[in-house]
């Protein structure tokens, strides 16, 4: 069991570092209007996207999953804790969406929505992190 939560916390530390990292990469791409360093900047946001993220996302929400089922927790905060979750894993579709829709051309606007994403995925992660920490319910 120690090892599982060691694996759920590396890869949860892992994914919410990309929840963090991925709208600044995303709206730094859009600054330049140089091709060759838009393509390479594209190429960049995308594996660290599909490379690290997503199997970092699915990693986490598979051994806290594991966990969730091995103690057989059933509590308040546990299903708040899991919405708040699923906002996580919603900013990490949306930060999927952004980064398909700068492939395809490159946005100026786009640095609002990634702030948002941002802002937005910052509090679902210190929510999920308060929810843990202090087990409110």
């Known amino acids: 069991m120690p090892l599982l939560k060691l694996l759920h916390f590396a890869a949860l530390l892992c994914w919410c570092g990309t929840l ?23 190429h960049l946001t995308r594996t660290v996207f599909n490379l690290v993220g997503t199997p970092a996302a699915l990693i986490a929400i598979g051994s806290g999953t594991a966990l969730f089922l091995k ?28 980064v398909l829709r700068i492939e395809k051309s490159p946005e100026r606007s786009v640095s609002i929505r990634c702030r948002l994403l941002g802002a937005i995925a910052a509090l679902f992660i210190t929510a999920t992190l308060w929810l843990v920490l202090a087990k409110p319910f």
């Open 20 to 42: 963090l990292y991925l709208p600044a990469l995303i709206a730094a791409g859009t600054r330049r209007s140089d091709p060759l360093f838009y393509r390479d900047h594209a």
């Open 71 to 98: 103690d057989g927790i059933v509590a308040g905060w546990l299903i708040v804790k899991l919405s708040t979750v699923a906002g996580m894993v919603l900013c990490h579709a949306l930060c999927g969406v952004l």
